[in-house]
């Protein structure tokens, strides 16, 4: 089992940045796991972010456009998402997802942080 907290959320003015972390423990194999970002608006899917492949590739999702980072602490069990250009459009759930698995769809990942909010003001 691992276990994912995610946090960094909160209320941010639109052009602004947020940080979010994403903390996974248990297993020691989390160290060699994928992880990801998922995100959920109210009444939408819930959508991929980006994705960390054992800390030597990473995936963004096209709305991205190059204003997210995802990066990995070098023991692999931390996981950061740095977002600017922050738009009210980002506004949402955000979820840490973790498993053997890889890639855009969140079947893929095995477990599951239970989100942090993330809220742009315009």
């Known amino acids: 089992q691992v276990y994912l907290v995610e946090s960094g959320g909160g209320l941010v003015q639109a052009g602004g940045s947020l940080r979010l972390v994403c903390a996974a423990s248990g297993r020691t194999s989390a160290r060699n796991i994928n992880m990801a970002w998922f995100r959920q608006a109210p009444g939408k899917e819930r959508e991929f972010v980006g994705a960390?492949?054992?800390?030597?590739?990473?995936l963004y999702a096209d709305f991205v456009k190059g204003r997210f980072i995802i990066s990995r602490e070098n023991d692999k069990t931390t996981m950061y998402l740095q977002m600017n250009s922050l738009e009210p459009e980002d506004t949402a759930v955000y979820f840490c997802?973790?498993?053997?698995?890889?890639?855009?769809?969140?079947?893929?990942?095995?477990?599951w942080g239970q989100g942090t909010q993330v809220t742009v003001s315009s």
């Open positions: 997802a973790a498993g053997a698995g890889w890639g855009t769809i969140s079947s893929v990942y095995a477990y």
């Open positions: 960390n492949k054992w800390n030597t590739r990473t």
